[in-house]
């Protein structure tokens, strides 16, 4: 079980042992003695340059709505920095993570990132999952020019935000299009309902960029309707879709919603697939929806039966360490302290600019979710999977290339 305590968190990694401890948070050992600057206001602050481990600061929803989302990253993210460090470290250093649970909530994912930067003195920063928190905080970096790297935040806006800013997944509008492809060409539907989650920018991009797509392809939406994350009553809305009577409904938001979204058309006798998205990754899917999501389809990064050497590797070594499989989630966590860790090396410096530089240059990584190349907007182009929800597995159908 992941260590839990209340944040703040500090996982210290040693070169062969890794040791979990919950204790408080310190600058690294080499920070300077300078006050921490305020966000925004002059000068970034000087980040350690040499000697002590190298600090790398992660926030994540490790509690609340999407907490299935944090843990999964940061497992895939300990047993990256793991391998790591057991491999002789960066730069003759050990790579340390500073954790920091932003709780699934915008405001402390901005003032987790804030802390990691101007009071920890991080070198770089791995997060978020949830484009929105993302989005939010990565103004932050860019303005201290530190480099973030988000391992699956699909939302486009997340690096316009600066070139500081990164990400080592695909984007929405091609997962739209993926899905929007596999509804019309696989599955042959002509007719779709949308349901999205308008208080989320990743399901309202999603949305978009899918009935887009999809009405390209000749297809009709018959109805997009809308709701609130955390909503728990979707009859309203899944009574009016039901009347328009759709070959299947489009959802792409996160899994406790959606798994609830599930039970209650099911109710109402809308027995047609649900489609969506990366944010139906979570064991809880299926714990909170059951029956009700068998035969559902979603778009996703990864699939742990892909038999290619590279992700079974990752596969035996996460259930030797976790007792379970990996999802998206820590392949994503996995790949992202990889890259970073990678482009460091390549850079020669734990320096920002030089660390950005690199990140930029990242060509054909070979992660585990695929060959990573940044492009020249940071985005990471590589192909999508689709995977089936099956007696509480999720089965892998088809690759997509971008
Ligand atoms: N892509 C989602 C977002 O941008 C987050 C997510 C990624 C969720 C992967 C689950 C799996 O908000």
Redesign the pocket.
Known sequence: MLNRCRFPIVLAFSALFASFACKKSNPAPDAPRTPPARDGVGAPPARPVAGGDIVIGEFGSMTGATAT?GEMTHRGIELAIEEVNAAGGVLGRKVRVLLEDDQSETPQAVSAVKKLIHQDKVVAVLGE???KRSIAAAPIAQRAKVPMVSP????PELTEKGDYIFRVCFIDPFQGTVMAKFARNTLKFDKIAVLRDVKND?SVGLANFFTEQFKALGGTVTLDKSYSEGDKDFNAQLTAIKATAPQGIFVPGYYTDVAIVAQQAKKLGLSVPLLGG??W?SEKLWEIGGESLEGSYFSN?YSKDDQSPRVQKFVTAFKTKYQKPPD??AA?GYDAAKVLVDAMTRAGATDGKKVRDALAKTTKYAGVTGDITINEKRDAVKPAVVLKVTKGQFQYVETIQP
């Open positions: 989302f999952v949830a484009s699956s935040s699909t939302n990743y990366d944010g990754d990064h998206g989630l994503m």
